[in-house]
């Protein structure tokens, strides 16, 4: 029967956020056999902010300070990395358990934007209690005229692609990563979820002190709305996404001062929201 399976010690450590486990390969014209494959991990994260549970996700249990950080931020919980004193994660028997020491002045926000103890990978508005909740307040971004390039957004999917070793590995996660303004990928992260994957990029930039601004984010998903919201609340001023966007997407980019591009494949990419940030509009697709 196929189980967990022990990793030998002779083949390389899986990916972290994988397992490996023993699979049957069938068939209707193949016999079966038995072989070890690589799963992603899900498991439930809640996350409790000064002793305070606040919300419960499924997601990968890796990178989870970068979550921290990124959910938070993102959330509107907290106004910058140096809100957050401490981060410690704890290994339950039933998931993991992240306990975020912030600052006091940052409780009311807590309280704005709490959410129910149950949460789904897939959406990133689960628990939310009302529509007023659904959007948040955000200012437009600055415009970024002619800031960017054709080249350097298809540099950046085309890197993308090579730069995930879990979804490799096991072809059941997402990835976000943020490049530079010349395409160059300078950090990727990945999830289960594509907002969780999003938020744990989010996180390593205001922890590594990058300016988000200066740069543009490639999922590999398609971009919902929350997606382009979580950019804009980062600062992201361009959103690349491998698949296609939502309306609600389009119509927040365009309020926002995002430019927000989808199906990002090969050299090519359809621009749905301020295509006069590329510095060359004419060779857009």
């Known amino acids: 029967m196929p189980g967990d399976l022990q990793q030998p010690e002779q083949q390389a450590a899986p990916p972290a956020g994988s397992r490996l486990r023993r699979v049957l390969r069938a068939g209707a014209q193949t016999p079966g056999r038995e072989e070890a494959d690589l799963i992603a991990q899900e498991v439930p994260v809640a996350l409790e902010y000064n002793g305070i549970s606040h919300a419960t996700l499924l997601a990968t249990p890796h990178d989870l300070e970068d979550f921290a950080f990124g959910f938070s931020y993102t959330e509107g919980i907290i106004r ?21 020491d912030m600052a006091s002045a940052c409780q009311n926000q807590l309280k704005l934007r709490r959410r129910s103890l149950a949460g789904r990978s897939g959406c990133g508005l689960c628990g939310i209690e009302s529509l007023d909740e659904v959007r948040r307040e955000l200012p437009a971004l600055p ?17 993308l692609r090579s730069l995930q070793p879990l979804h490799l590995a096991t072809g059941a996660t997402h990835a976000a990563g943020w490049a530079d303004r010349d395409g160059n990928i300078q950090c990727v992260r990945e999830d289960v979820g594509r907002h969780n994957a999003l938020d ?29 919201q979580k950019a804009a609340a980062a600062g992201i001023p361009a959103l690349v996404a491998v698949s296609a966007p939502t309306s609600y997407a389009v119509q927040l980019a365009d309020e926002l001062n995002i430019l927000l591009a989808g199906f990002a494949r090969s050299s090519l990419f359809t621009v749905y929201s301020h295509p006069e940030y590329l510095s060359t509009p004419g060779n857009t697709p």
């Open 80 to 100: 910058s990395a140096r809100d957050i004193y401490g981060v410690d994660i704890v290994d339950g028997p039933q998931g993991f358990i992240v306990q975020i």
């Open 143 to 159: 415009a970024q005229q002619g800031a960017l390039s054709a080249r350097a957004i298809s540099s950046a999917v085309d890197q």
């Open 200 to 228: 744990k990029l989010i996180g390593h930039l205001i922890r590594s002190s990058m300016d988000p601004s200066q740069g543009i984010a490639v999922i590999s998903s398609r971009a919902s709305f929350e997606m382009v």
